[in-house]
């Protein structure tokens, strides 16, 4: 089983930087795709970013690609998101999630979820 625990979000102003850190307590994440979601109240969740178990391999969300990016450390079990030159718009709860596939990711299919964190830009 893979336990997915999300952390670093908070109240920013428009452009700050945050970065968000994902770890694992459970299944080494090393084999796992893993990427970001961020769900707005009232809308459905939306993808943002995945990498592979590699690294070599990133996708981001058009609304992101420029001021986002995703790292991971398999040796900790974590997986990151930088974010930079946040707005307003980027103020959503993110999760996390993983799958041993990295093509499958970006549709949110995946049974492997944290439990979000809440981050807010001020404008």
């Known amino acids: 089983q893979v336990w997915l625990s999300e952390s670093g979000g908070g109240l920013v102003q428009t452009g700050d930087s945050l970065q968000l850190s994902c770890v694992s307590s459970?299944?080494?994440?090393?084999?796992?795709?893993m990427g970001w979601f961020r769900q707005v109240p009232g809308k459905e969740r939306e993808f943002v970013a995945a990498?592979?178990?590699?690294?070599?391999?990133?996708y981001f969300a058009d609304s992101v690609k420029g001021r986002f990016t995703i790292s991971r450390n398999n040796a900790k079990n974590a997986v990151y998101l930088q974010m930079n030159t946040l707005t307003p718009e980027d103020t959503a709860v993110y999760y996390c999630a993983a799958d041993p596939f990295l093509e499958r990711l970006p549709s949110g299919v995946t049974d492997y979820w944290g439990q979000g964190t809440q981050v807010t830009v001020s404008s």
């Open positions: 990498i592979s178990w590699s690294s070599s391999n990133t």
């Open positions: 459970g299944r080494t994440l090393r084999n796992y795709a």
